[in-house]
Structure formats: C-alpha cells, structure tokens
C-alpha cells in the first residue's frame, strides 16, 4: 500500500531524518493558520497519491497567509479529490538529491539507489543518464553496514559534513523500510539547504500488504482508493479494479481474469470493473456480485477455471447470488473445472446457458453489450 | 527422466495434517508420487493416509531421506518452514503460500541461491510431471488438462494454466513438466533459472511459457534464448497486453511501473530471440504444431 506524503514523512521523521516543518490542513481556513504560524513563504502540497504532483499543479507557493488560504482554497476544489493539504515552510535549496531503497528480485537484496541529481523521476534518469545512477545492494540478513553507506556517499561524490549527514538519513531509510517491510521507500528531492543541512523535500512508502505489523498503522480507509466500490472490495479482500465501460467481469484467478481483460478488448468491447474472486475468495460469489452491480454494466462475464476453487461451488454461489441480488443484466458464464459436470447442471437448472470455452463467452458478452443479442 | 520431479523423487510434506495439506498428500500418493513422511510439530507418530508424521523435518529425514520438501504451510510460517528444509539438508523446496512478506520472500530466494537449492513459488498450485510426481495441489484427474505428453510448461499463473494448457493438449499434445514459479513479484525461482532443466530433459521437446505483464522473467528467458542456454522450440502466452499502467491486475507481480514490464515489451525480446508468441490461448495448440514443424 502506498501512503500518502505526509504519513511518510511522519514515518521518516519517527526515524530521525530531517523533515521540514510543517503541518496538515483539511480545509482553505486550515492552510491559512498553518501558514500564519509557519511563517512565509510557504508551500502548499496536495496529499494525493498519484505522482507527477508539480505537473499537474497540485504543489503551490504561497508568499503570505491569505494568498495560501486563497490556493488551498483552489487546491480542495480541484478535479484530483485532494483532501488533506501539507503546509510546510519553504527551504531555501541548494541542491537536490535523490535517494531511495527498493528490493531486487533478481540479486535477492535490497537496493539502495541515488543519484547527486533529485527532482526528476528516476526512471526518466535511468533511461537517459543510467552513468549518474548510484547503486549498493544491501543483503537483508547481514544488515546494513559502513561500507555500504561510505560506498553510497562516495559514488553521489560527499565529503564532509553532508556526507555524514546524507550517510545518516540513509541509516534511518534503511530502519524505516525494514520496520515496514516496505516495497519501496523513497526521497525525492533530498535537499541541501542553503545554510548546510539535509532535509527530506518529498517522502513515498510504499508498505506491504501482508506485513500485519506495519498495516496495523495504517488501516484501510476510502482516501487510498478512487472510488468508494474500490474501497468496499478491498475491505472483503477482493482485488477490484473500477474501469467505465460495458461488461463487468467477475472472474476467479488473476491470470485468467488479466486474459479475459484482454480478450474483451480484442473483440472490441470494454470493461465496466476487473473482479477477482479466486483463491480463498471463491465462495464469496455474493459479494462479489455485489461489487460488479454497484458499476452500471450491460453484461455480467464469469469465467473460471477452478481447481481447488472447484466449479461445482462456484456455480452454486453464483446461483445464490443470483437469487439474494436479482440483477436485471444479462449473466454470460464460463465455470469450468473440477466437478465442472455438477457445475453446468447447476447453471442450466438455474436457466443459465453455460458455456465452455473462454473466447466464445467474451464474444457472447460482447455481442449483448452492442446490442447484437439479448 | 523429467524436470525437478519423476517417480523416484523421495518427496517430505511439511504441514501433513493441516485440511490441505491432509487432502493434497493423499492426491500426491495416488498419483504416484513417493511420499515419504510428514512434518507436523506436535504430531509424531501420527501418520497420514499410511506416510508417517515427524515433529521436525531432520526427525523425519534421519528415518526416511527425502530430495523435496512439499510445504502447504500458511504464509507467516513460510519463511520458517522454508528454513527448516534447508537445515534439514533438502534442496528442492516447493512452497505454495500466497502472502509471504516481500522481505521474507527475499531472504528465502537469497537463502536459496546461497546454498544451491531451488525454492519454486510462493503463491503457485506447485509442479508436476504427469503419471509421474506431483508436489502441490494440481487436479492431474482433469485429462483435458494435465494429459500426458513432450511439452513443458512453466507459468506465473493458476486458473489461467488451466486454460492455456487444456489448449495444449486439444491441440493433440501432452505435458512433461508444468512448473508454476507463482504469482508473486520476488518469486524463490525465475523462469530463465529453469531453462537449463528444460534443456536437458529428453522427454520436453517443447516449451510453453505462460507469463504475465509486470517484472522481467519473460525478458530474461529471451536473453537466456539469445545466449543458446535454451535452445527447443518456445510458445509464449503472456497475459495483460491491455492493462493500463500503474493497475496492479490481481497478482502482486503483475504490474507496469516506471514503463518497465509491458506485455508488448516482453512479446518483442521472446520473437526477437526466435519464440512465438500466442495473443489468445486458443491460438498455443496451433503455434506448437508450426514451433514442432
């Protein structure tokens, strides 16, 4: 999960890596007093977690107090659903750095990768000026060690005190990424400042899921997600993806249900929302239709393909579902798998018309969201 | 012989009275897999469906040596689990657990490469050669699905394994070895890791590859097919050349970043290095016949 800015930061801070001063605000008048007190000038940064923030005009400056009420004021109005606000003092910049840890599937270690150059993304520096690039693998059991942080500060070209000062914001990074099992933890820009010191400009964290530990902190909340039926899946674990099209898919197996995305695409049809209901969802047919009935739709495609997720109970918990929610659009199924016999004779009782090959289901679904057949 | 299991392959089940460790074992016996004992602490002296149970893996292996460790253990024991193997001195470890921490799925690969073993999954249904050996929770009793044959599969997927290998065998072929590595984005072995198995394995004469948007496995098989470490002929089917970037598509792995993992990215270094491609599954049966000539 990918928090927001401010809770990265917090985390960093936690750790002992500078941060500016700064402070939340959740409505214009809010921005207002925390740059009053702050003091100006100051920079209002929209807590939204997609990135390219200062493209897309989500970080602005303020020179006083009401001009930073009058662009919060703007910001919360925005289309980008921005909800809270970081205030921070501005800093007077020297240069930027960049510096993050990552893990390497590959090499099996984590990655410290930095760069003398902040600011721009460092997947567009690693395709232009993969030379700049700094990296130090870091094996997970042995820890993090001096040589690995000297090879660090000596590759981005430090001396002195920013050295040591870089060497121990990377300590801290490397607490906080492990506390959190992080997938990613990120500082981009680290500043220098003008008067010496090394400040974390802009924090990402992005935590893991399955790490109960570091997920206690940050319970699920409507903010994560774009949309509010995104928000309910994720809360009966049930991966969901919201699109705006026409056909609704509730398929078991992340597989399968990435392939007939595609399919559906090929065909030349669209896809109203991606559902998943495999694995140790696949009793959770109710729910998951559920979800599907919330995104107006013209079809409902269940393909499946289950083996231990057997088709036999799937097809039962479709028809269950079918009779406790009565969707009024047409329902295409594809239930196949172990006791797949049982499974088509539940589906023809319940007046279904199953099928059985994966491609002739999604041209059926297409065909019926065109209007080509009922 | 086959790839990583045949019928010789002395097999440990770790987690051998659990509901599915319980139930799999049995399917892994019927099939005729050679399993010699259970691991569950506390349970010594049980047995399950005739395999005796140890409290320990280097109980059980002192009695009855084993080559391969089945673990149907739940993901916060995993890591553990995985461990136990290796001190037990086993060095084909099969783990079927979706959820491990990233960490942890770090530490097992980094434990695995440093002591040369080969943990294949997490998150997978497991490996199979057919009438053979069965480390996982693999429905073999589906003809139309795990018939046996020359073709090896390996995948990052389960239900769509289903699907893409029900077309291998309508298109009048069978499997050798399916290997799933799993779904996840640090996965214990890559796919290009098992090619050289492959290579050698006079019972494969073909591969089918079944990958998926996200990460490089599919990138680095092509590489492994440039540099003649893999040499049969090779069917791809790689899922999510329509997602958009940034959506994580159900599993962990299965997501473009930073434009890196694309489908048409992975699709363009496999031609390049001479395999081809199927945009459907219905399309694999035929691809073989041409790859086979």
């Given at each position: 999960m990918k928090l927001f800015e401010y809770q990265a930061k917090e985390a960093f801070s936690e750790a002992g890596i500078p941060i500016p001063e700064g402070r939340l605000a959740q409505d214009a008048g809010e921005a207002r007093e925390a740059a009053r007190r702050l003091g100006s000038p100051c920079v209002l940064k929209a807590q939204v977690l997609r990135g390219g923030r200062g493209k897309a005009g989500l970080i602005q400056f303020a020179e006083s107090a009401e001009e930073a009420e009058r662009k919060a004021a703007g910001l919360f109005a925005s289309p980008h659903g921005v909800r809270k606000l970081l205030v921070e003092r501005a800093i007077a910049v020297e240069r930027e750095l960049y510096l993050s840890l990552a893990l390497d599937p590959v090499a099996a270690t984590a990655m410290f990768i930095a760069c003398a150059e902040g600011g721009v993304e460092i997947e567009t520096l690693a395709a232009e000026q993969p030379e700049k690039i700094v990296t130090v693998p870091v094996d997970l059991d042995w820890g993090l060690m001096p040589h690995h942080v000297r090879e660090l500060t000596f590759g981005l070209r430090l001396s002195g005190d920013t050295a040591k000062a870089v060497g121990d914001i990377a300590g801290n990074l490397f607490k906080v990424f492990r506390a959190t099992g992080a997938e990613l933890a990120e500082i981009n820009p680290l500043f220098v400042t003008k008067e010496g010191g090394t400040v974390a400009g802009d924090g990402k964290l992005v935590i893991d899921d399955n790490m109960g530990d570091a997920r206690g902190k940050y319970p699920l909340a409507p903010e994560y997600f774009d949309t509010q039926t995104e928000y309910e899946a994720a809360l009966e674990g049930i991966p969901y993806l919201q699109f705006d099209g026409d056909i609704a898919l509730m398929c078991a197996g992340a597989g399968l249900t990435t392939t007939v995305f595609d399919l559906v695409h090929y065909a030349g049809g669209t896809v109203a929302n991606y559902l998943e209901f495999g694995g140790p969802n696949y009793t959770k047919a109710v729910q998951a239709m559920r979800l599907c009935l919330k995104n107006p739709s013209k079809v409902l495609l269940v393909v499946t393909f289950g083996t231990i997720a057997r088709a036999d109970v799937m097809a039962n918990g479709l028809v269950e579902a079918i009779k406790a929610l009565r969707p009024t659009v047409p329902i295409v199924t594809c239930i196949r798998g172990t006791n797949e016999e049982e499974a088509f004779a539940t589906l023809r009782a319940a007046g279904l018309d199953p099928l059985y090959e994966t491609e002739e289901a999604v041209r059926r679904a297409v065909d019926i969201a065109a209007g080509r057949r009922a | 012989m086959s790839v990583f299991i045949d019928r010789n392959t002395s097999v440990e089940v770790q987690g051998a009275t659990g509901k599915e460790g319980a139930y799999w074992l049995k399917h892994m016996k019927d099939m005729g897999t050679r399993v010699v004992f259970g691991v569950t602490p506390g349970k010594e002296g049980q047995d399950v469906d005739g395999v005796p149970v140890f409290h320990s893996a280097r109980r059980g292996m002192k009695a009855h040596p084993a080559e391969l460790a089945m673990l149907f253990v739940p993901p916060r024991f995993t890591k553990d689990a995985v461990f136990e193997a290796l001190d037990a001195g086993i060095r084909k470890i099969v783990t079927i657990a979706e959820g491990v921490p990233l960490h942890e799925l770090i530490q097992i690969r980094k434990a695995a490469l440093s002591c040369g073993a080969m943990v294949?999954?997490?998150?997978?249904?497991?490996?199979?050669?057919?009438?053979?050996?069965?480390?996982?929770?693999?429905?073999?009793?589906?003809?139309?699905?795990?018939?046996?044959?020359?073709?090896?599969?390996?995948?990052?997927?389960?239900?769509?394994?289903?699907?893409?290998?029900?077309?291998?065998?309508?298109?009048?072929?069978?499997?050798?070895?399916?290997?799933?590595?799993?779904?996840?984005?640090?996965?214990?072995?890559?796919?290009?890791?098992?090619?050289?198995?492959?290579?050698?394995?006079?019972?494969?004469?073909?591969?089918?590859?079944?990958?998926?948007?996200?990460?490089?496995?599919?990138?680095?098989?092509?590489?492994?097919?440039?540099?003649?470490?893999?040499?049969?002929?090779?069917?791809?089917?790689?899922?999510?050349?329509?997602?958009?970037?940034?959506?994580?598509?159900?599993?962990?792995?299965?997501?473009?970043?930073?434009?890196?993992?694309?489908?048409a990215g992975k699709v363009a270094a496999l031609e390049k290095a001479g395999g081809l491609t199927a945009a459907k599954p219905s399309q694999v049966g035929g691809l073989l016949r041409q790859a086979l000539g």
């Open positions: - | 294949i999954g997490g998150n997978t249904s497991g490996v199979i050669s057919p009438g053979k050996g069965m480390a996982g929770c693999i429905p073999y009793w589906i003809e139309r699905v795990y018939r046996k044959g020359d073709i090896g599969v390996m995948t990052r997927s389960g239900s769509l394994t289903n699907e893409v290998t029900a077309e291998v065998v309508k298109g009048g072929f069978g499997i050798s070895t399916l290997i799933g590595v799993g779904g996840d984005s640090i996965p214990g072995t890559r796919f290009a890791e098992l090619l050289p198995l492959y290579e050698q394995d006079q019972e494969t004469k073909a591969l089918v590859i079944i990958g998926e948007l996200g990460g490089s496995m599919e990138e680095e098989v092509a590489e492994a097919m440039e540099a003649e470490i893999f040499t049969k002929p090779l069917v791809a089917f790689i899922g999510g050349r329509t997602a958009p970037e940034g959506k994580r598509m159900g599993h962990a792995g299965a997501i473009v970043s930073g434009g890196k993992g694309s489908v």
